[in-house]
T-cell receptor
Framework: AQSVTQLDSHVSVSEGTPVLLRCNYS??????LFWYVQHPNKGLQLLLK??????LVKGINGFEAEFKKSETSFHLTKPSAHMSDAAEYFC????????????FGAGTRLFVKA | NAGVTQTPKFQVLKTGQSMTLQCAQD?????MYWYRQDPGMGLRLIYY???????DKGEVPNGYNVSRLNKREFSLRLESAAPSQTSVYFC????????????FGQGTRLTVV
């Protein structure tokens, strides 16, 4: 069975400070993990993905995430927040096996204060 | 450079009415998906089509039907709309199945009154 838990429904940071969005997963199989971003009234856009290569994954707009198997975590980070980062972020787990086993987290809304 | 195009963008239906949401992709992707997004619940899969000619139920298929018209187009039909189907609907496509990056349309905001 698979599941994904985003530990915070809302995160608020000041512009220029670090961002941490937390995601824990559970998977019976070797998973692929993704982070997507959704700006207001827009579709989802891929930020980055992990597919069993390097455990530290770099994405677009300065975001990165580290796959930690021992902690079953895939937290998203950015060293310095920008106003344009305000959006909703989704952690997604997908099983590399037969059938469709892609699960979206409930989402974390990021607020960035000036 | 259109990617995934959904129509309409907004729709209001009365309970019991029917409608079809259209989706087309121009990236020659094999797989296409329909999701619904509700507050605090992330995206939930309604139906998917792993390749042209095949469709399968996802997590929340009740009240919906789909048609993979050809490789480009994947439509979602509500036969008798209910207020519980008020949601934002997203179509997506991917090249090599679920482990590959999915590209999303802009969404259809549907209200059933």
């Amino acid at each position: 069975a698979q599941s994904v838990t985003q530990l915070d429904s809302h995160v608020s940071v000041s512009e220029g400070t670090p961002v941490l969005l937390r995601c824990n997963y559970s998977s019976s199989y070797s998973p692929s993990l993704f982070w997507y971003v959704q700006h207001p009234n827009k579709g989802l856009q891929l930020l980055l993905k992990y597919t069993s290569a390097a455990t530290l994954v770099k994405g677009i707009n300065g975001f990165e995430a580290e796959f930690k198997k021992s902690e079953t975590s895939f937290h998203l980070t950015k060293p310095s927040a920008h106003m344009s980062d305000a959006a909703e972020y989704f952690c997604v787990v997908s099983a590399n096996t037969g059938g469709f086993k892609t699960i979206f987290g409930a989402g974390t809304r990021l607020f960035v204060k000036a | 450079n259109a990617g995934v195009t959904q129509t309409p963008k907004f729709q209001v239906l009365k309970t019991g009415q029917s409608m079809t949401l259209q989706c087309a992709q121009d990236m020659n992707h094999n797989s296409m998906y329909w999701y619904r997004q509700d507050p605090g619940m992330g995206l939930r899969l309604i139906y998917y089509s792993a390749s042209e000619g095949t469709t399968d139920k996802g997590e929340v298929p009740n009240g919906y039907n789909v048609s993979r018209l050809n490789k480009r187009e994947f439509s979602l039909r509500l036969e008798s709309a209910a207020p519980s189907q008020t949601s934002v609907y997203f179509c997506a496509s991917s090249d090599r199945g679920q482990a590959a990056e999915a590209f999303f349309g802009q969404g259809t905001r549907l209200t059933v009154v």
